[in-house]
């Protein structure tokens, strides 16, 4: 009897709870979306929110109930869109390959520190010093915050600035935020000439700061047979959606501040000594 | 009512199961990284320990005691909790959808988490009443909040901080654990201090 007692309470118990979870989910439960369980196990689960939805089983439910396009995943590409269509049950549409770049060119050699730090490694603790270390103030800091923030490896520091790999990056817009100074921006797969500069101030103070800064001379702007580039707050932009890449601004701009990634290799071959968007080389 | 505020006084600061009892690491050291899911973590874990404490008590004092089988009471209370904590998560996710998607993912963590099941047992070996047990219970959920939102703060600056390279990652972490459980005994003594002996 004393070992039967105890036997018998456990199992009682054990039986009343495995009963009661039996009935509760049986009659509480609660209808999951096939569709939306479908289309987020398709998904990459990188929860990096670049679609613009709060995770990938947000988007994932948003894709299912409130019709939101299939393509909009950077980090799937081309092949999660055409699963998640295929569960749809529509037409595939190609997602649009996007990149992120980085708007300096300020190398050591091509612009200066204007102070020799030696706090904390990493750009927003630089930029709470006075500006930065830069002479521009809208230079890459170089500590590489982007790097860090990166989860896929897309970038890199070249001669003191940040350089992305169009290949690797999935145009998530983790560095976008990180960035102290706004350096980089998201583009759209098809646009590859664009201006390597952010600085706004006057040309003639541009210059003085750095030799491959945007000095606003207007040259880009009317050489362009596509009136795709126009002079704001002294700075040349380049409109994604007319540039064709003919390359003429490359070659007029006197400061070679215009740059390209037209070469669908870059930058997987880089060498210290030839860097094709910083070097004169790279205009081909 | 001036028991209720000694033993909520005590859990929170003096005895806090965490800092001072060691109970419940697990979620301390791995849900603590960001301040929202170590609120959140928190405020489910206090849920749980008021509820498990509510269904425990009168099983072991009806049940457990009349039959002299106390020793049985760390498999029946794993049972019964366990139990509960899935019973609770599917009735929030069929008629509270909006707590249970910002609670929810923790629930089945605190299945069977130490501290929940301290506390159940403590008030036994303490001997609280149910009222108490309950004040207890609470109590300690609130004074795993207050470790879990001191010690996510603590982490995010040693995230910013320039930690050697030893010392990155856990053993920083551990660390400052051990240091901010060091403060809390800094409050030993203080409930003898406020209300007397």
New interface residues.
């Given amino acids: 009897m004393t070992i039967a007692?105890?036997i018998i309470?456990?199992s009682l118990?054990?039986l009343v709870?495995?009963i009661?979870?039996t009935l509760?989910?049986k009659y509480?439960?609660?209808s999951v979306d096939e569709t939306a369980a479908n289309i987020n196990s398709v998904l990459p689960g990188a929860n990096c929110g670049a679609c613009g939805f709060a995770g990938c089983s947000d988007y994932a439910s948003a894709v299912a109930n409130n019709g939101a396009k299939a393509n909009l995943c950077p980090v799937g590409g081309a092949e999660v869109a055409a699963k998640i269509s295929t569960i749809l049950g529509v037409e595939f549409v190609e997602g649009e390959k996007r990149y992120a770049r980085v708007k300096c060119a300020g190398t050591f050699s091509k612009t200066r520190y204007v102070m020799t730090y030696r706090g904390?490694?990493s750009c927003a603790a630089n930029k709470t010093f006075y500006r930065g270390r830069g002479a521009c103030p809208k230079a890459c800091l170089g500590y590489g915050d982007c790097v860090d923030v990166c989860d896929y490896g897309a970038i890199y520091m070249y001669h003191g600035i940040a350089v992305v790999d169009k290949n690797k990056c999935v145009a998530c817009g983790l560095c976008v935020e990180r960035c102290p100074n706004k350096l980089i921006e998201i583009a759209n797969g098809n646009s590859s000439t664009f201006v390597r500069c952010s600085n706004n101030e006057k040309g003639s103070t541009t210059r003085v700061m750095c030799s491959v800064g945007c000095i606003a001379c207007g040259r880009c702007a009317k050489i362009c047979k596509f009136e795709a580039i126009e002079i704001k707050d002294n700075i040349a932009y380049i409109d994604q959606a007319k540039c064709r890449n003919c390359g003429m601004c490359i070659k007029e701009c006197p400061v070679k501040v215009i740059r390209t990634y037209r070469d669908p290799n870059f930058p997987h071959h880089i060498t210290p000594a030839v860097d094709p968007m910083v070097g004169e080389t790279a205009q081909g | 009512m001036k028991e209720i505020l000694v033993i909520l006084f005590s859990v929170i600061l003096v005895d806090n199961f965490v800092l001072s009892k060691f109970l419940g690491i697990c979620p301390f050291l791995g849900v603590s990284k960001r301040l929202d899911s170590s609120v959140g973590m928190s405020i489910a874990v206090t849920f749980v320990m008021v509820l498990a404490t509510a269904v425990t008590w009168p099983l072991y004092a009806l049940?457990?005691a009349r039959?002299g089988?106390e020793y049985?009471q760390i498999?029946?209370f794993i049972?019964?909790i366990?139990?509960l904590v899935?019973?609770v998560e599917?009735?929030l996710?069929?008629?509270m959808?909006a707590l249970h998607s910002s609670l929810g993912v923790y629930l089945p963590l605190i299945t069977t988490n130490c501290a929940v099941l301290g506390v159940t047992i403590l008030n036994f070996d303490n001997g609280y009443t149910f009222t108490h047990s309950i004040a207890n219970a609470f109590g300690a959920g609130i004074g795993f909040l207050l470790a879990m939102v001191l010690f996510s703060g603590i982490r995010q600056k040693i995230e910013e901080a320039?930690v050697p390279e030893t010392f990155k990652g856990v053993p920083s972490v551990l660390i400052a654990a051990s240091i901010l459980s060091l403060a809390f005994m800094g409050f030993s003594g203080m409930v003898e201090g406020v209300f007397g002996k």
């Fill in positions: 007692l105890p309470i456990v118990i054990g709870a495995g009661g979870l509760a989910a509480m439960a609660v904390m490694q | 049940l457990l039959f089988l049985l498999i029946v049972l019964v366990a139990a899935q019973l599917i009735m996710k069929k008629y959808p320039d």
